[in-house]
């Protein structure tokens, strides 16, 4: 029976003794799981494997291939929703709703720079790994972006969690369990996302040459502005000098860069980037960048293009560390310092991408105790097989709240048969 | 009642008095209340058609009496309803008469205020108002404000997930927390998030949002702030009929303009309003829609003159600016005085709570119409039109006989049309134990098992909140049981690991 299923032959996933079952409908997911429990055979939950290479290393010899399940169920951009498979590939449904001059405003990663991957994302990665970009500290994140979904749980049965309205509180919002569970609480079949118009235009104030703790108070002071700024990163100039890396439109200017970015009607932008400039001159003057030159930047920052596979830093392992915003700067310039490390700051310093040195250990533990005495947490979103292996990818948690997670989750999959062993290595077996 | 909730356990009650001594030892003096006449406030929440004494009313003012009475419960077995500041219209906080009300009033001290990572720790017995008010001489504020913002606390709306006029905006009360301290009821403290955008792991807070007591009692949340925007005003716009009205609220979304707030009333609605606070709403209309802009002020006469043209495009008869902050609080106060407005032409009313897509408005309406008439009872509307979520107001007069049990079919009613048309039981008052038995019209039973098998991941034995949000109650140990697909495998030969 299993040889009248489509195989997938074509790429890359293949190893000896894997199978791949490719789902045609959500059905067959219903019977890929529940075959699975009966024989209890994990199975890891794949669209087109570009983020395959996060989390660790799985305990499975079998692919549940969503990559056909790729249709947009339906698109009413004036309920500013779209419903859609979760095999479609996510720069396809960015085009359409862009076409509508719409977008999704988490403004979702795209890792495959960062890992190397060709693979296209698909919109099932997308909210399994929850992955937002530079705009998450005004927007929100994937799970606040993400009404309804049907899912197979691991009990073998399709559900349903949310809705199709913005506004909705009937029931637990499983959604946002959903979002960032890395395919470890249900096979998600499809989802139905907010999505929002696309800014008319935007400005990015570039500042120069400040050290990070000084970019860390400029950011501050530029988010506890009333100006509404929607991205606030930093990159220092060493990222330059080590990775000879080019940041979008900017390109590699050898010195460090602040960049605070303000998105919306034309006039409301030209009026915000010029009461932000001098709201910030006590910082320094700001070079404005408009539209496409801002994008550019932008897109850049929020795949961490600086620490790409295919640059000078592409060996390095990577993390991505999430803290108190105001606890970045000091935070990112210590850990850089001890590690020999080099890093970008996100999200006005709650975001910190750091390329540590290549060591057996990717330096977990100087890591975590850094990350720790903040209150943030630390993955590993970079590391070869043998590296996820022999670390803790995810953040360990405190005693209490790791037992709750593990009961959230046996509550959706008790016999652990969906991406066995992702997101914590005691739950491999 | 229409609502049944579970039998009383007569084991339990016949430990009254021992349960009582026990509570004291954890919570001495006035914290324990036990007789009859001081636990009258406590009998019902803003839901006030139901009435249940509680068995004992404890109000401990530290996370550690929290946890010592929840351990000693969960020891004994006994039941536990949470309780914010008692403003639920859904009966989220209905007493049980066999199970300990446990308040959270005492917890009213904000913890800190840390404007550089733009938070706010705080007790859960703190008003959501008093939040912003406690951050308003920096410039920032609280962003979601439901009605009730004055009594209601912090506490509360994470439980209940509140929403309000700016959440189409600004978002509900999950999109707006960081994380907080849950004791579980086994007595157990949890930390959850914090300061940071995320936390690690699975989105625990996102799941203690909107759970409505059910799963832990809260005794501290770090909710995000904002600086408010720099200036925001309001157009009122009246049309001759609830078509136009619902169509202008589409295209206005369709412009790509988010408004801070965009609300519509039906000419009862309008009527009961002007009549109390002398807004100077148009009589004359069929529907008004209060629509604000907020930002800087270019953004806002830009976006203004976009909504003026858009509406006269649609049909409008009237189109009133606020000039003036006060006129746009004039504006809004016969919107948020709506309810009482309502209280004053009707002896009693029912507040109902259903989101349906924005498209679906005059269809609704008309249903609504149709049902009116059906059941024989007054109905005014107000709705949040920005998001869909609607607020018909069923006027009856519970002294006449069978009016109540008339509005609450009516209501249901309502509630099945809005699922029907693509939307859902509640958008931001809960369901309680007033939509509980709805579920069903939303959810498969399978939809609903996974709901309650997340309940037992945290209280196995379903001692928190029972008889709320659920129509039926199963055994933890029924749930978890894996059935057996045997016979219709599609992957018999599938490889063991």
Same mark, same amino acid.
């Given at each position: ?47 087109n ?21 790729n249709a947009v ?11 859609v498979q979760?095999g479609a590939p996510v720069a396809d449904v960015q085009s359409l709703i862009d076409s ?20 296209q994302a698909t919109i ?306 | ?108 001290? &904000? ?8 938070? /706010?720790? *705080? #007790?859960?017995? $703190?008003?959501? =108002?008093?939040?912003? @008010? ?72 996102? &799941? ?8 832990? /009692?809260? *005794? #501290?949340?770090? $909710?995000?702030? =904002?600086?408010?925007? @720099? ?72 976006? &203004? ?21 006060? @006129? ?170």
């Amino acid at each position: 029976m299993l040889a009248s299923w489509p195989f997938l032959n074509s790429r890359g996933f293949e190893q000896q003794g894997v199978d791949t079952l490719k789902v045609r409908d959500a059905k067959d997911v219903e019977d890929a799981v529940q075959a699975a429990i009966a024989s209890e055979q994990p199975l890891e939950i794949i669209g087109n494997g570009s983020k395959r290479l996060i989390g660790q290393p799985m305990a499975t010899n079998a692919l549940l291939d969503l990559s056909s399940l790729n249709a947009v169920t339906s698109y009413e951009p004036n309920e500013l929703i779209i419903t859609v498979q979760a095999g479609a590939p996510v720069a396809d449904v960015q085009s359409l709703i862009d076409s509508r001059n719409q977008q999704f405003a988490f403004e979702p990663i795209d890792t495959a720079p960062l890992l190397g991957t060709a693979n296209q994302a698909t919109i099932g990665g997308m909210i399994g790994a929850g992955l937002a970009g530079p705009r998450r500290i005004k927007a929100g994140g994937a799970r606040d972006h993400l009404l309804g979904a049907h899912g197979v749980s691991g009990f073998g049965d399709s559900f349903k969690a949310g809705g199709r309205v913005v506004k909705n509180v009937t029931g637990y919002d499983l959604c946002k369990l959903l979002a960032g569970s890395w395919g470890t609480l249900a096979v998600i079949t499809e989802v139905t996302l907010k999505v929002m118009p696309r800014p008319e235009s935007e400005r990015t104030l570039v500042l120069r040459g400040l050290d990070a703790a000084r970019a860390n108070r400029t950011m501050t002071a530029a988010l506890g502005s009333p100006f509404d700024v929607s991205g606030a990163a930093h990159v220092p100039g060493s990222v330059f000098h080590v990775a000879a890396t080019e940041l979008g439109d900017l390109g590699s200017p050898g010195e460090a860069v602040t960049l605070l970015r303000l998105e919306g009607i034309l006039a409301s932008v030209v009026h915000r980037a010029a009461a932000l400039g001098k709201l910030l001159a006590p910082f320094g003057v700001a070079q404005v960048l408009e539209d496409a030159a801002s994008a550019a930047v932008w897109s850049s920052v929020r795949d961490v293009v600086p620490f790409a596979a295919i640059g000078a830093l592409g060996a390095w392992p990577v993390w991505r560390i999430v803290c108190p915003p105001a606890s970045g700067g000091a935070l990112g310039e210590r850990l850089a310092r001890d590690s020999g490390g080099e890093v970008i700051y996100d999200w006005g310093g709650g975001l910190i991408w750091a390329a540590l040195p290549p060591r057996p250990d990717a330096q977990v533990a100087l890591v975590r105790q850094r990350v720790n005495a903040v209150g943030g947490h630390a993955t590993l979103v970079r590391g070869s097989d043998e590296l996820r292996r022999n670390v803790d990818v995810f953040h360990p948690q405190p005693a209490g709240l790791a037992a709750l997670s593990e009961r959230v989750r046996q509550s959706f999959d008790p016999k652990n048969i969906l991406n066995r062993g992702r997101m914590s290595r005691n739950s491999a077996t | 009642m229409a609502i049944m909730m579970p039998a009383p356990d007569q084991s339990v009650l016949a430990r009254r008095d021992q349960i009582v001594a026990a509570l004291r030892a954890i919570v001495a003096g006035e914290g324990v209340i036990d007789t009859s006449a001081e636990m009258v406030p406590y009998e019902s929440d803003g839901l006030m058609s139901y009435r249940q004494p509680p068995m004992v009313v404890v109000l401990p003012d530290t996370t550690e009496q929290v946890s010592q009475v929840l351990k000693y419960c969960f020891e004994q077995g006994i039941k536990v309803v949470p309780r914010g500041s008692g403003t639920s219209l859904s009966g989220g906080a209905l007493p049980l008469a066999d199970a300990v009300l446990l308040g959270l009033g005492k917890f009213k001290r &904000i913890r800190e205020i840390d404007f550089d990572n733009r938070v /706010v720790v *705080t #007790e859960p017995g $703190v008003t959501n =108002l008093a939040i912003s @008010e406690a951050v308003a001489h920096a410039g920032y504020y609280y962003a979601p404000d439901p009605s009730s913002q004055i009594a209601c606390s912090i506490g509360g709306n994470v439980a209940e997930n509140s929403g309000g006029v700016h959440c189409l905006k600004y978002g509900m009360t999950t999109n707006n927390v960081l994380g907080c301290e849950i004791v579980l009821i086994t007595g157990e403290i949890i930390r959850v998030g914090g300061k940071s955008a995320e936390a690690s792991g699975y989105d625990l807070m996102g &799941i203690i949002t909107g759970s409505e007591g059910l799963l832990g /009692v809260i *005794t #501290e949340v770090t $909710v995000r702030i =904002l600086q408010k925007p @720099e200036t925001a005003r309001a157009v009122m716009v009246g049309f001759a009929q609830v078509e136009a009205a619902g169509e202008c609220v589409a295209r206005i979304i369709g412009a790509g303009i988010i408004p801070g707030g965009m609300e519509m009333m039906d000419k009862p609605a309008i009527h009961a309003a002007e009549a109390f606070v002398h807004a100077g709403y148009p009589l004359d209309v069929e529907a008004l829609l209060i629509i604000e802009l907020d930002g800087p002020g270019v953004e806002v006469d830009e976006l &203004i003159r976009r909504v003026e043209a858009i509406a006269k495009g649609c049909g409008s008869t009237t189109v009133q600016i606020s000039a003036s902050e006060a @006129e746009r609080n004039l504006f809004w106060a016969g919107r948020k005085a709506a309810f009482p407005a309502v209280g004053r032409i009707s002896p009693d009313y029912l507040c109902m709570d259903g989101t349906i897509p924005r498209g679906k408005l005059p269809e609704a309406l008309a249903r609504i119409r149709d049902l009116s008439a059906k059941y024989d009872l007054r109905v005014a509307n107000v709705f949040h039109a920005g998001d869909g979520n609607l607020h018909p107001l069923i006027l009856f007069d519970a002294n006449k006989t069978d009016e109540m049990q008339r509005a609450e079919a009516f209501g249901a009613d309502i509630l099945r049309v809005c699922v029907e048309l693509g939307g859902v039981l509640t958008g931001e008052h809960g369901v309680g134990i007033e939509k509980r038995d709805l579920m069903p019209e939303m959810f498969s039973d399978i939809d609903l098992n996974q709901q309650q098998r997340l309940k037992c991941a945290f209280d196995a034995q379903g001692l928190l909140n029972p008889g709320k949000v659920f129509p039926t109650l199963h055994r933890c140990a029924e749930l978890g049981r894996m059935h057996v697909h045997a016979g219709k495998l599609a992957f018999p030969e599938l490889p063991r690991f």
